[in-house]
């Protein structure tokens, strides 16, 4: 398998869940309260004698993730804080040894696996527990040592132990370097005992993909990304955080990665007893409404570079989706496109629209006065050969 065949499947499905869960659930301020309330391990540690999900269901949230549109699943193993969903031989501070008294993560990749979900899982290198983290390898050779090796162990379990894993999703990696965790030789035992794995970029190497974190950002031409982003403010469950997004701007988000050819993955955070807040509940189901008529339009999509006054396009072999997310009223103009258009239409519908091709531009016309979808109206231009962008620049000009 070459680098890009195993890359194929998550450049296609452009949409995933990312899902923070752990006993920060309890506390209710989000996964990092440990860290920014300075609360002490032996302070923080009886929140897993409390956590102990009741309503876990995880075939509900691969429900959801299919209702939603979402095509693969990236859990939360282990996050800073140092509790483990899973079992380890390495930590006491697990599931399965406090009051859940069970791994939770094994029920999860099996609800994916069941689904036919590729599911991920998310891994944080560092551990507040470690002082050594805080003093790093310099001036606690000993200590970091014993952290390196009890995260690799980690690893090598989530690698072993569940099945085949489609992505390992690192975290926590700063401010040290590839080196000083041993990621080189961390990822050569990944790929060996998961082959065909995705791997992210943040054990500080650049590995299959970059992740720019609460934005949108394109890398380079070729090179896979994923932005992640949470539904509301906060990734771990926050019950006070309700500045919730709309489906209006998690469709726009997500028609702005696949126009830079890149994935979203969309985050919930679960609350203690396993449950996922009706908010976000919401939101997804009617995102996955948008998609169930619009999805032609994102999944395996290519980087598109034509765009328009009132919103991104995106690209499939000599389709170009017109994504309108500010309604201009009777008349729209995509500019800059060079190739002959055969058709256009309504994605949703398939109503032809009258239209003119002058030079570059491309005069969609008659159109309704009010959008005939307030999310997103799909607009589809069938073209007649390879499409092909007018540089506005003499020496040409790369999107970036
Ligand atoms: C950051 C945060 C973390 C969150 C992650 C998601 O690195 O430390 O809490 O899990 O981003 O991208």
Redesign the pocket.
Known sequence: MTACEHMRWWNEARFGMFI?WGVYAIPARG??VMHQEHIPHAEYAPYADQFNPQCYDPDAWVQLAREAGMRYMVLTSR??DGYSLFDSSVSQFTAPRRAAGRDLLRPFVEACHRAQMPVGFYYSLLDWRYPAYFAGPRRDPAGWLELVQYMHAQVRELCTNYGKLDILWY??GWPYTAQDWRSDELNTMVRELQPGIIINNRAQLPADFDTP?QHVAASAPGRPWEA?ITLNGS?GYNAADDEWKSPRQVVSTLVRCASGGGNLLLNVGPRPDGTIPAESEQILRRVGEWLDVNGESIYGTDRSPFFTSTGMTTLRGKSLYVHVLRWPGSELVVPRLLTPVSSARFLANGEPIAWEQRGDRVFLQELPAAAPDDLDTVIVLELEGEPRALDYFVDGWEQS
């Open positions: 923070h996964e990092w996050h800073h975290d926590g974190e992640c990734w």
